[in-house]
């Protein structure tokens, strides 16, 4: 029996949306709309936080499905499978940057289709499991390679002798409290990075065109390990630490959970948290005393 899901179809011809929903309903998905331009899929992707997607590729307002499959995958972590009569080269090669679960041509049968479904729900709900798989088997020590997160972090860290950098360093209007945290690196040859977080940061690596940040990973090899010019954000209240992706392309990670653009995720002392592929355990030094008004 065909997994329980709710699917956006989106389609520019009308009768070929309907014969696709009539296909999907009857094998007991469900279809809560359809859209027949890019702009409209995102907007509904947002809305109804579908389990799956099925584009069309070319639609009626000029930006592509690839474009659109681009914007739900990246912020909302949405699984797109494309449907489409083109199978020429260039527009593969174009789709394929999208990273869909599936490339599906028409005229298709309904065997195929619900194959096809059947599949990137299975693969969507597991990736995360997968994910850790990976994740794990790219951690380096002293020892070498492990499986096991925290055999990456077995080492004594003196986090009174680390140094605290104020952050942001232009930040001209404090809270009112703020956290000290450390983030360890996985890879041994690096040093705990001390942190006195004064308002929210922007975290990523050196732009040649100027964008800055104000936690440049840079020096922990960040481009090899697919950490994004303007990777993540930290933010904070009086009670919570919070990681927000802001549009990364390989993605921020609390303990192997996908932080998505608008979806951040609560930080905990001694989160592994991970930027793309480059690793750090998340250490909370001081918090924010209930009576504390001011920054020192």
Request: overall charge negative; hydrophobic content about 40%.
């Amino acid at each position: 029996m065909p997994t329980k899901a709710n699917i956006l179809v989106v389609e520019d011809e009308a009768l070929v949306a309907l014969d696709i929903t009539s296909i999907l309903t009857s094998k007991t998905y469900t279809v809560p709309a359809t859209a027949d331009t890019s702009a409209r899929a995102v907007e509904l992707a947002e809305k109804f936080q579908p389990d799956l997607v099925l584009m069309d590729i070319r639609l009626q307002d000029g930006p592509s499905g690839i474009e659109a499959a681009n914007l739900i995958r990246t912020h909302f972590g949405i699984p797109v499978i494309f449907l489409t009569a083109h199978a020429d080269e260039a527009t593969i090669q174009k789709a394929k940057r999208a990273l869909p679960y599936g490339y599906i041509l028409k005229p298709f049968n309904e065997n195929e289709l619900v194959a096809a479904i059947e599949i990137a729900l299975y693969r969507s709900q597991t990736e995360d499991r997968g994910q850790v798989v990976r994740d794990e088997t790219l951690v380096e020590t002293d020892e070498g390679t492990q499986p096991g997160m925290q055999a990456a972090f077995q080492r004594q860290v003196n986090f009174a002798q680390i140094p605290y950098t104020r952050l942001p360093v232009d930040s001209t209007t404090p809270r009112g409290y703020s956290w000290r945290i450390a983030l360890v690196p996985a890879r041994r040859e690096h040093e705990a990075i001390g942190i006195h977080l004064l308002d929210e940061i922007t975290i990523g690596r050196h732009d040649p065109d100027g964008l800055t940040v104000d936690l440049d990973l840079t020096p922990f090899d960040a481009a090899t390990y697919g950490v994004s010019r303007q990777h993540a954000m930290i933010k904070f209240d009086a009670h919570n630490l919070y990681l927000h992706d802001i549009g990364s392309v390989n993605g921020s990670f609390v303990n192997f959970t996908r932080a998505f653009l608008g979806r951040p995720l609560t930080l905990h002392d001694l989160d592994v948290i991970s930027f793309g592929k480059l690793f750090f355990q998340l250490k909370v030094i001081e918090k924010p005393t209930s009576n504390e008004t001011t920054i020192l």
